[in-house]
């Protein structure tokens, strides 16, 4: 079983919105979660967005100004509010986490965008 839980993604009109959630699916699986990533059809996993646990944020320059990322004060969920979607947003989206030089994921979740 995937460490990590993604939910939010939908089939959604060019313009339309979306909000992912990420959540821990082990109660004894504490590491902290540190972002969203994205794969495309034939195309690699790219960062979309992180956040530290002190809280700053980074974005990928394609999602700067429409996605914003956060996440609760328990730090055990974490959210990407996506806005002004575009047809190349359409992927798989994953959340991570870890300890310092590994990666969990989880299974991810479909975001299709129409034209």
């Known amino acids: 079983q995937a460490p990590l839980v993604e939910s939010g993604g939908g089939l959604v009109q060019a313009g339309g919105s979306l909000r992912l959630s990420c959540t821990r699916s082990?109660?004894?699986?504490?590491?902290?979660?540190r972002g969203w990533y994205r794969q495309a059809p034939g195309k690699q996993r790219e960062m979309v967005a992180t956040l530290t646990p002190g809280g700053t944020a980074n974005y990928a320059d394609f999602v700067k100004g429409r996605f914003t990322i956060s996440r609760d004060r328990a730090q055990t969920s974490m959210y990407l509010q996506m806005n002004s979607l575009k047809p190349d947003d359409t992927a798989v989206y994953y959340c991570n986490a870890g300890p310092s030089g590994y990666d969990y994921w989880g299974q991810g979740t479909q975001v299709t965008v129409s034209s």
């Open positions: 082990r109660r004894n699986f504490n590491f902290p979660i």
